[in-house]
């Protein structure tokens, strides 16, 4: 029965061992020494193209900024569509369809804001390396992109008439919590 | 009509409530991350939309009922951002009413104010005949693909606003002044 359950939900388990692992080291003593470690990275982004770019052409840095935000735009309304869908509401669309097509723009809309994210890091890096909420944020988008790709897609993968609906209003709770928790860090780096 | 615009945002600047939030470091940026915040219930779910009628994804659903049914919530999302976006500008109302990219973004926003309606027209008149086809009618394409770049160009200027390259309270040409329409020996900005 266990090893039957810990077969079925492997992906899941490693996901949630991995992010206590993960939690458990950021408030551990380690963390500092690691924190310290990690600082010749943030500097060497500084001295890249794109860090002297961000730096130097504040319309370049705006407009990726921009950028930014209609990927956020993009992932968010995949997010509510998606989630919506599983929480029950939009009803008369085809669930399997919504889910399915949603991911696709879900992971496009990911990847842009992994690249203009990564373009105005290295414009700001050593301005973000000594703020909390800037780790606050990697922490949620790390737990938002384990839940989604190890927790929430071998689930809804699955035949979905056959999957419990309270699951799936949990996994899309889940969903919509974890996001809006990744896009307020990322507001609120605006604003430190 | 600059006169006219700059009186009504002195007169607004003035305002208890303008200088309140202006001055709380919380409620402005509240009210701020709400605005932009709610980009994910609005702007996102017509990108969804917008998408479908081009063709590019949700081809195999229905494009009559996802329209309909993510109607709602994006039209919440962009009441929400409407209220947002006056409470902000009621808190800096001078410099958002001379500042040229605000203005850009006012007249951008009534041309996607415009092509929504025809849109919502011409979507109505011609559902039955195409509801299951992979991309929309011409029309209906053309009106998609021109709230996707007009959207997109709000969100820059909206980004550019926090900017003062062009604020009339530096040596500007004449150009970017008649724009931003700023009044010569102005006492407030």
Redesign the interface.
């Known amino acids: 029965m266990i090893f039957s359950l810990i077969l079925n939900y492997r992906k899941t388990l490693c996901s949630g061992l991995f992010f206590v692992v993960l939690v458990s080291f950021l408030f551990s003593e380690s963390i500092t020494s690691s924190h310290l470690a990690v600082l010749p990275i943030f500097e060497w982004m500084e001295t890249t193209w794109f860090g002297v770019a961000g730096k130097t052409w504040?319309?370049l840095f705006?407009?990726v900024?921009?950028g930014h935000?209609?990927g956020?735009?993009?992932?968010?309304?995949?997010?509510?569509?998606s989630d919506?869908r599983l929480l029950g509401?939009?009803?008369?669309?085809?669930m399997r369809?919504?889910v399915d097509?949603?991911h696709?723009?879900f992971t496009w809309s990911l990847g842009l804001l992994v690249a203009t994210g990564v373009f105005m890091a290295c414009g700001v890096a050593i301005k973000i390396y000594y703020m909390p909420v800037y780790w606050y944020k990697m922490l949620a988008l790390a737990l938002g992109v384990l839940f989604v790709f190890f927790i929430r897609k071998p689930i809804v993968d699955r035949d979905l008439d056959k999957v419990s609906p309270w699951l799936l209003r949990l996994l899309a709770l889940s969903s919509i919590m974890i996001?809006?928790t990744v896009?307020?860090t990322g507001?609120?780096i605006g604003?430190s | 009509m600059n006169q006219l615009i700059y009186n009504a945002a002195v007169w607004l600047d003035n305002t208890e409530w303008s200088t309140r939030i202006h001055e709380s470091y919380y409620l402005y940026?509240w009210i701020?991350?709400t605005h932009?915040?709610t980009?994910?219930?609005?702007?996102?779910?017509?990108?969804?939309i917008d998408?479908r009628m081009l063709g590019w994804?949700?081809a195999?659903?229905?494009a009559n009922?996802?329209a309909t049914?993510?109607n709602t919530?994006m039209l919440l999302g962009f009441v929400v951002m409407f209220v947002t976006g006056i409470l902000l500008v009621y808190a800096v109302p001078v410099r958002s009413a001379q500042s040229v990219w605000f203005r850009i973004k006012i007249g951008l926003l009534i041309i996607c104010a415009i092509n929504a309606l025809l849109f919502h027209r011409k979507m109505t008149a011609s559902i039955g005949s195409w509801d299951f086809e992979p991309r929309a009618p011409k029309a209906l394409r053309v009106g998609a693909l021109i709230s996707l770049i007009t959207w997109?160009v709000i969100?820059?200027c909206?980004?550019?606003i926090?900017?003062d390259?062009f604020d009339c309270n530096y040596p500007q040409s004449d150009l970017i002044r008649g724009i931003a329409g700023c009044i010569d020996g102005q006492t407030q900005f």
Do not use: H, T
Not at chain 2, 39 to 48: C, E, Q, T, V
């Open positions: 504040g319309a705006a407009v900024q921009a935000l209609i956020l735009g993009v992932l968010g309304g995949s997010v509510i569509a919506g509401l939009f009803k008369g669309l085809p369809l919504v097509r949603c696709s723009i996001w809006f896009a307020a507001r609120w604003f | 940026n701020e991350s932009v915040l980009l994910m219930l609005s702007l996102g779910i017509l990108f969804l998408m994804a949700f195999d659903i229905s009922k996802l049914r993510l919530p997109s969100v820059i909206g980004r550019f926090a900017y390259w």
